[in-house]
């Protein structure tokens, strides 16, 4: 199995690439590199610029919610298959509304924003499935942040 068929696999494990077509799939796997992180490696901090969408493939990364202040709240633990660092895929590359950091070594694909935004905008149908899907899981990260 090459690097981008494995990057093809995980994808369609997660919440929300999961199914799409494999047109769009193999495109955003060619664009999309493994990375791995040390125990307490940062990968962005809050207000850093959003570049790059995260999945975790393995290991475990702390996310922390940013406020007003600058402080942190005591965040969410990430485990396999979550997608991170969605702002990447908002248009304009808006900042990090957090800091994603890695509390033991850990394997991830990152996505780069604007070529799976291009992607994505190629293959509408797949697309707006993604957004919507994207949607409906920030939707739910936040709505338990708040709880």
């Excluded at 707006?128 to 949607?135: A, H």
Aim: charged letters at 25%.
């Amino acid at each position: 199995m090459t690097g981008t068929d494995e990057i093809k696999k995980v994808l369609n494990e997660t919440c929300i690439f999961a199914g799409i077509s494999d047109a769009p799939l193999t495109e955003i796997a060619e664009v999309a590199e493994w990375r791995s992180c040390e125990q307490d490696e940062m990968l962005y901090e809050h207000g850093d610029k959003a570049i790059d969408v995260y999945v975790l493939v393995s290991g475990t990364v702390r996310f922390a919610f940013g406020n007003r202040t600058g402080t942190l709240s005591s965040g969410t633990v990430m485990r396999s298959l979550m997608i991170f660092g969605w702002a990447a895929l908002v248009p304009e590359h808006p900042k990090r509304l957090g800091s994603a950091q890695c509390i033991e070594t850990s394997k991830i694909i990152l996505l780069p924003g604007d070529p799976v935004r291009d992607i994505l905008r190629k293959y509408p149908v797949d697309g707006f499935r993604v957004m919507e899907r994207l949607c409906g899981m920030i939707a739910r990260n936040f709505m338990e942040q708040h709880d």
